[in-house]
């Protein structure tokens, strides 16, 4: 089945240094790979939308200064909060979609940015 | 662009008892929907997708109405149990479009107790 593996599932990191994690889809091929944020009791914010060879298209309030991403293959994406400080702060999902199953997002386990 | 918004942010039910969790979305373009089961410092769990032909569709222990007309997604958990404790998002996409823009709503934390 389709699995997607998110790391690392919990950073803390002092604040304005940056953390990178990254998204590895298993059993499918990972055509598109959307990347999200839950801030504490809030929802998921969508930062970017990242699709195999076409550019990467960033959400109002995010951009790739601050949240540089990289989507080389079709199992294999990596983002990276550059100068995290306490709003950086939640839960970052990466949700791939297979390209047989276009609709639905395989989500991984997340990782969760704690600045200090 | 796309708003969903979802109600109650917060229920307590007692054992046994029903839950409705629902939504409402803008987009008259949206085609897909989803509901996510987030366990708490856990990751998203699909419980149910669901395409905009289809109106009623019945899970495990749960169903899942679409009102097109009213543009409104509902959660149904019958006979609801403490494993169900967990907070519900509903996600909204739209047909075509940019990828895979999952738009979530806003959330709801339910609380069953015994």
């Known amino acids: 089945g389709a699995l997607v593996y998110q790391y690392p599932r919990r950073t803390i990191c002092k604040s304005g240094t940056s953390m990178r994690m990254e998204c590895q889809a298993v059993?499918?091929?990972?055509?598109?790979v959307a990347w999200y944020r839950q801030s504490p009791q809030k929802t998921f914010e969508l930062i970017a939308l990242?699709?195999?060879?076409?550019?990467?298209?960033?959400e109002q309030n995010f951009t790739q200064e601050k949240f540089p991403i990289s989507h080389p293959n079709l199992s294999f994406s990596s983002m990276t909060v550059l100068n995290a400080y306490l709003e950086d702060r939640g839960l970052y999902l990466c949700g791939a979609t297979d390209s047989n199953s276009g609709n639905t997002l395989y989500f991984g386990e997340g990782s969760r940015l704690i600045v200090v | 662009g796309e708003q969903v918004e979802q109600r109650p942010p917060h229920l307590s039910v007692r054992e046994g008892d029903s839950a409705v969790i629902t939504c409402t979305y803008t987009d008259p373009n949206s085609y897909y929907f989803f509901w996510y089961k987030q366990e708490p410092g856990a990751s998203l769990q699909l419980l149910m997708k669901?395409?905009?032909?289809?109106e009623i569709n019945e899970g495990q222990g749960f169903t899942v109405l679409l009102n097109k007309k009213d543009k409104r997604l509902s959660l149904n958990l019958t006979a609801a149990h403490p494993g169900d404790s967990a907070a519900y998002f509903c996600a909204v996409r739209r047909y075509g479009g940019s990828g895979n823009k999952l738009i979530f709503g806003t959330g709801t934390l339910l609380s069953v107790k015994p």
């Open positions: 669901v395409f905009s032909s289809t």
């Open positions: 990242s699709t195999v060879n076409s550019a990467i298209k960033y």
């Open positions: 059993g499918f091929q990972a055509t598109s």
